[in-house]
């Protein structure tokens, strides 16, 4: 009689199971790589991260360019809407599970957001180093299909709509990308971004750059959406964690809009 049996099916990651339980693994392997016989306490943290989604080692230069990506992006401030959601769900007191996921669901979107990021990505797929297929795209975003999920795009890919011009960090941060990788988007996007602004009519942001920088490591779109959802964590994880600390008085937000008519005072007072 045949056993039958579950497989798992994965190009990623395989399993060989200890001798004496066939549920602990005796080896891991990513991508034919011995993870905690060969990889731990050798390779870093960005060059498993780029062995996980592509499958194969990083070049130098690639290996460079995602760890300044996830320097840029680890913190994108309390300002941020993500970060401003997991802030709320800190100083509101939800598990810390919660404040991620708040963090994730708003940072999901078309404005900031990973989305946003994916859509910039099909537009280097679609445009390459051409300036006329860019100057289209941008005058003219392409519109998805899945309206029920996505709402129409009310700006270009990548721009931010209410800039009046490409802040500091933007800029700092596709300069320090472009060293790691001028032949690429990022150098030529360094090289055609006043003219690209001047065609979407508003500035570049963190969104665009990141979605180049995802460009040249040769990343789909989708894979962007995830990264970038991924790289953004941190940030919201230490601001949900202060706010949690400082307590809903300090909240720097919406301040003067909180009123408690039967506030009982700090814990303890009589």
Same mark, same amino acid.
């Given at each position: ?79 941020? &809407?993500?970060? +401003? /959601? $997991?802030?709320?769900? *800190? ?6 599970? =919660?404040?991620?996921?708040? #963090? ?73 990308? &472009?060293?790691? +990788? /001028? $032949?690429?988007?990022? *150098? ?6 006043? =003219?690209?602004?001047?065609? #979407? ?70």
């Amino acid at each position: 009689m045949n056993e039958s049996r579950e497989v798992i099916h994965s190009r990623i990651w395989e399993e060989t199971p200890e001798a004496d339980n066939p549920f602990a693994a005796a080896a891991c392997y990513c991508s034919g790589y011995d993870v905690y016989g060969d990889l731990l306490g050798k390779a870093s943290w960005v060059e498993y991260l780029y062995l996980l989604f592509k499958r194969e080692r990083p070049e130098p230069f690639q290996a460079a360019l995602l760890e300044t990506l996830a320097v840029a992006l680890a913190n994108p401030g309390p300002r941020e &809407a993500s970060v +401003h /959601a $997991a802030m709320s769900g *800190g100083v509101g007191g939800s598990t810390h599970a =919660s404040c991620l996921m708040a #963090a994730l669901a708003v940072g999901a979107g078309q404005y900031g957001g990973a989305h946003e990021v994916a859509l910039a990505v099909a537009c280097w797929q679609a445009c390459g180093q051409d300036s006329t297929k860019w100057r289209d795209a941008l005058r003219h975003p392409a519109q998805e299909e899945r309206a029920d999920i996505w709402p129409a795009m009310e700006h270009p890919p990548g721009f931010d709509p209410h800039g009046a011009s490409c802040a500091t960090p933007v800029r700092q941060t596709l300069d320090a990308l &472009a060293r790691c +990788h /001028a $032949a690429g988007a990022l *150098g030529w996007l360094q090289t055609h971004r006043e =003219s690209l602004e001047a065609s #979407a009519g508003c500035p570049l942001a963190m969104s665009g750059v990141a979605a180049a920088a995802m460009h040249d490591l040769g990343l789909d779109a989708d894979q962007a959406e995830m990264l970038y959802l991924l790289l953004r964590l941190p940030g919201a994880a230490v601001h949900a964690l202060e706010q949690r600390e400082y307590g809903w008085r300090r909240f720097p937000f919406f301040a003067n809009g909180l009123r408690l008519t039967n506030d009982p005072g700090p814990v303890g007072e009589i």
